[in-house]
């Protein structure tokens, strides 16, 4: 009876911790879906670079900047995971190989994006820098 009352107990504490758990997944689920549709990426990049915009308070001097930063760090183009089915009729180097030239994309793009806030953060005032610093902290964040 001792082991029945044991097992009872830890099914019950299995399924409470499995119905408090299900709405974190259902909710990661639902950002990861967000990601993979290019035109709700496309306004939520939008939507923050307008954000980070209006809490710089640029001057006339730093907008051509601004532009240029703001071209920059908007990703063009595959918003996506590859071509499961062009990638399943590869053999496994040549999946390989074409995973290895898309992480090498993906890092020069990256770099790209450094070089630009590199060069957009030299022409901030040091308020702007910490406003930048904030929004950049609270973006890593999610």
Known sequence: MNNFRKLALIGMATAGIAAIALP???KQSECHAQHRDAA???AMIQKRQTELHAKLKLNAEQESAWK???EKMTPAGNWGKPDRAELSSLHAPQRMEKMLAQMR?????MGARVS???TFYAVLTPEQQKVFDDQFARHDRH
């Open 24 to 26: 974190v997944f259902a």
């Open 105 to 109: 994309e993906r890092e020069a793009r």
């Open 116 to 118: 630009a806030v590199q």
């Open 68 to 70: 240029a930063f703001s």
């Open 40 to 42: 709700k990426m496309s």
